[in-house]
């Protein structure tokens, strides 16, 4: 009998994380000082980050050893089971077989602490006691409260005010976990008291929650900051994920074709598959899919180019494919997906044809999770959703090819805190917003000259 | 090193379900006809249930196949891992060794898919096409939505008109599992049609959903009427949760000297406990302990009598621990704990001795919870968070008589539809309610006359 999961024991989880960084066949692209434009890495003074995860950065040691202390919170939930969808195979009809790795059994429910572990882990032992971050709807907040408590740290998580108001239960999760969340803009930082004073109904943006956290960080000598996708060391941790998936293929003699990952800021989709592109590099045939929303098209649509990371120009300029810092996607339900850049790595991978990338409406990503969901239990996050339509509609070529191809879907959190999106879905009140075209070009006008 | 969870590979799961009846010291008493008071089992006509799980319900084998077609939708999400609760040991100062199982991982994300599964199987292997069933707050409703979606059958789940109000999202899981989700009381059947004539504004009861769903089973040739809890089948199929404990102390070499689950019809704590109280049976010592909460004190505080298992007085009448079957709770956030009665098979071990009862207010309970979740990591269900209350207390006594003693708690699910809960508690809008006497008084006053 075939098993349903590929299991590994607590002893087979991977001890060190991949560094791609010195296998690239072309070196990134230095970040940029936001405001001088000169270049640099992430110790921009004051420092914000934690000294190792600036090393970490720009690190070229192949393997980087996963501190202990990390090993003992990833074992509350690592290793995580690859699935194989048998029942979804069947609905479909497909010669394919479909794997799926299950981030999603994690305390907050995703992938996201992979890397909250470890970057908590870092402040803690360079002596600090408090992190500052910001959260959108909520996910990478709470990943990074779990892990402070878990670690013994302070988290200060600055929310976007409209999402506060609006998704009080990821709120009460961070509060669960002892973290201090702050609507945003708020009057604990002089950048939000100035936005405050001029908009007292300011519903706030994750731009603003940047500026907050990051303030916050530089303006007290115990905190650092922290951030959770886009950066090397961020996509670093990931690669447990990765990691994990080839000791399982290997348990069953099997080898993916093609791999998908959601990508927003770039975490999932790096995670899953940068130990895949080392063997990509070393000769190995596999595809490496990126899935993102129309709404917000940076790899598909946007321009490879210099821009900043932030809309409050705090964070790093970097090269990227991206649809201009200004540019407001529309609300589509996978928060997680709306921001106008992308990893600079993956752009880089994706810009020497290592990497594919494809994009889709959000109507036909939730048809394939409610599919997804009534032959294999699992209800998925909007993001990964993503992942899910594009590694369906893979299977469905294959059983018009008549191929048995390997797929390999990163599922990188559960959908309980996202079943407003399923409501709006199943009662057919979703819209699939139009191309933003106008916007794109728009803010592409805003990138800076350097 | 020593493992965070004791894993059991899918070959090792348990194959039969351990029937405790054959093994009882005395039998139980019979079960008695609602509307005749004369004894009989479940097959009362038009037969509600599955003539299988009728069958099961007497059943006088030790042991009973688990079928090949409920072992593959096992396999989705078991074997569950036992925890090793070493974070939160070393938070108490404990020299006890705490170990924790956690049933949070199925899709529903509860041990409710245990028999879920099982009854919509025998239901499809019968021939039938369709189940019906009540919900409360939605837990039992959504495991019976998953199952039914995996094995092909339809589900009519009627939900407490409040809760389908104010907790939208648990029926939102429901229907993304492809369920019909009816708000009651409704128009739908006999019995909502007649209270919504004298009460336009009836905000439903889980007595009105349980005659709603019993009478559109009995009224449509190929539904059937499934219960999540109380009954001998139920706590039959949950038994896998204490059989895989077994082999996973096994594999360790431990033993429990106390094992706690939380208590309202008994599903959860019968399905840890039963395979120990076999050992207890054969000489083995073992302490279990039923956890209730104080606002429904039916085992501490109740009668040993024969009463209605429900306000409509559809149900069998049983004998067991009772509070009176028109007996109201407050309403206490664990909803799945406000049961005026408990399984019969559970109030006759604890009549014989063989299982302890503790009650506690929920405030200390969510004390406990936030404790767990601070320490562990997990967020647990206001119900299960019971049973961890009554473990660390236990923890705390083995602090201070230094005794080591090796502690077993459920965890049957996790609070993430509960974080309103969890939000009360944290701002300290939670209240603890007195002990109801007089109500209690009042309602034992209404027990049936047999």
Redesign the interface.
Same mark, same amino acid.
């Given at each position: 009998?075939e098993?349903?999961?590929i299991?590994l !024991?607590?002893?087979e989880i991977p001890t060190a994380w991949y560094n791609i960084l010195p296998d690239l066949p072309k070196p990134l692209q230095p970040y940029l000082n936001p405001a001088t434009q000169e270049p640099g890495g992430l110790a921009l003074p004051p420092p914000l980050f934690a000294a190792e995860l600036s090393k970490q950065e720009g690190s070229m040691e192949q393997w980087i050893d996963i501190p202990g202390k990390v090993m003992?919170?990833y *074992? $509350? +939930?690592r290793p995580t089971p690859l699935?194989r969808a048998k *029942?979804l195979e069947a609905v479909l009809g497909t010669p394919a077989k479909i794997y799926y790795k299950n981030e999603g @059994?994690s /305390?907050p #429910?995703s992938h996201k602490p992979n890397t909250a572990i470890a970057q908590a882990y870092y402040v803690k032992d360079q002596g600090l006691k408090r992190i500052a971050t910001e959260t959108g709807a909520g996910q990478w907040g709470s990943a990074l409260a779990?892990a402070c408590?878990?670690l013994g740290l302070e988290c200060s998580v600055y929310m976007v005010k409209v999402s506060y108001n609006q998704k /009080?239960?990821r709120r009460? $999760?961070m !509060?669960? @976990? #002892?973290a201090d969340v702050t609507p945003s803009p708020s009057k604990k930082t002089n950048a939000g008291t100035k936005i405050l004073e001029d908009d007292p109904d300011c519903s706030g943006s994750l731009g603003i929650a940047i500026s907050e956290a990051v303030e916050d960080a530089a303006t007290h000598d115990d905190t650092l900051y922290s951030l959770g996708s886009v950066l090397n060391h961020v996509l670093l941790h990931q690669t447990i994920i990765g990691l994990e998936c080839k000791k399982q293929f290997e348990k069953v003699g099997d080898y993916p074709d093609v791999i998908f990952g959601c990508i927003g800021g770039g975490s999932s989709l790096g995670g899953i598959s940068l130990p895949y592109v080392k063997d990509k590099l070393e000769g190995k045939k596999v595809r490496i899919v990126a899935v993102e929303p129309e709404a917000c098209p940076s790899l598909t649509k946007g321009l490879y180019a210099y821009d900043f990371g932030d809309t409050a120009h705090l964070a790093p300029i970097a090269k990227m494919y991206t649809l201009g810092h200004t540019f407001v996607p529309d609300p589509i339900h996978a928060g997680g997906l709306r921001y106008h850049g992308d990893s600079p790595l993956i752009c880089s991978l994706y810009d020497q044809g290592l990497i594919e990338a494809v994009a889709y409406h959000q109507n036909p990503v939730f048809e394939a999770a409610?599919t997804f =969901?009534?032959? !294999? #239990? &699992? &209800?998925p996050a909007p993001e990964t959703a993503h992942a899910i339509k594009a590694g369906i509609d893979e299977a469905i070529n294959c059983k018009e090819s008549k191929e048995s191809k390997t797929i390999l879907i990163n599922l990188t959190g559960h959908g +309980?805190?996202d $079943? =407003?999106a +399923?409501?709006d879905y $199943?009662s057919g009140k979703l819209e699939d917003y139009e191309y933003p075209e106008a916007k794109i070009k728009e803010a592409l006008t805003h990138l800076p000259k350097v």
């Amino acid at each position: 009998m075939e098993e349903t999961k590929i299991m590994l !024991e607590e002893k087979e989880i991977p001890t060190a994380w991949y560094n791609i960084l010195p296998d690239l066949p072309k070196p990134l692209q230095p970040y940029l000082n936001p405001a001088t434009q000169e270049p640099g890495g992430l110790a921009l003074p004051p420092p914000l980050f934690a000294a190792e995860l600036s090393k970490q950065e720009g690190s070229m040691e192949q393997w980087i050893d996963i501190p202990g202390k990390v090993m003992d919170i990833y *074992r $509350l +939930y690592r290793p995580t089971p690859l699935f194989r969808a048998k *029942r979804l195979e069947a609905v479909l009809g497909t010669p394919a077989k479909i794997y799926y790795k299950n981030e999603g @059994w994690s /305390p907050p #429910g995703s992938h996201k602490p992979n890397t909250a572990i470890a970057q908590a882990y870092y402040v803690k032992d360079q002596g600090l006691k408090r992190i500052a971050t910001e959260t959108g709807a909520g996910q990478w907040g709470s990943a990074l409260a779990f892990a402070c408590r878990l670690l013994g740290l302070e988290c200060s998580v600055y929310m976007v005010k409209v999402s506060y108001n609006q998704k /009080p239960y990821r709120r009460v $999760l961070m !509060e669960t @976990w #002892g973290a201090d969340v702050t609507p945003s803009p708020s009057k604990k930082t002089n950048a939000g008291t100035k936005i405050l004073e001029d908009d007292p109904d300011c519903s706030g943006s994750l731009g603003i929650a940047i500026s907050e956290a990051v303030e916050d960080a530089a303006t007290h000598d115990d905190t650092l900051y922290s951030l959770g996708s886009v950066l090397n060391h961020v996509l670093l941790h990931q690669t447990i994920i990765g990691l994990e998936c080839k000791k399982q293929f290997e348990k069953v003699g099997d080898y993916p074709d093609v791999i998908f990952g959601c990508i927003g800021g770039g975490s999932s989709l790096g995670g899953i598959s940068l130990p895949y592109v080392k063997d990509k590099l070393e000769g190995k045939k596999v595809r490496i899919v990126a899935v993102e929303p129309e709404a917000c098209p940076s790899l598909t649509k946007g321009l490879y180019a210099y821009d900043f990371g932030d809309t409050a120009h705090l964070a790093p300029i970097a090269k990227m494919y991206t649809l201009g810092h200004t540019f407001v996607p529309d609300p589509i339900h996978a928060g997680g997906l709306r921001y106008h850049g992308d990893s600079p790595l993956i752009c880089s991978l994706y810009d020497q044809g290592l990497i594919e990338a494809v994009a889709y409406h959000q109507n036909p990503v939730f048809e394939a999770a409610v599919t997804f =969901a009534q032959s !294999e #239990g &699992i &209800i998925p996050a909007p993001e990964t959703a993503h992942a899910i339509k594009a590694g369906i509609d893979e299977a469905i070529n294959c059983k018009e090819s008549k191929e048995s191809k390997t797929i390999l879907i990163n599922l990188t959190g559960h959908g +309980y805190f996202d $079943l =407003a999106a +399923y409501d709006d879905y $199943l009662s057919g009140k979703l819209e699939d917003y139009e191309y933003p075209e106008a916007k794109i070009k728009e803010a592409l006008t805003h990138l800076p000259k350097v």
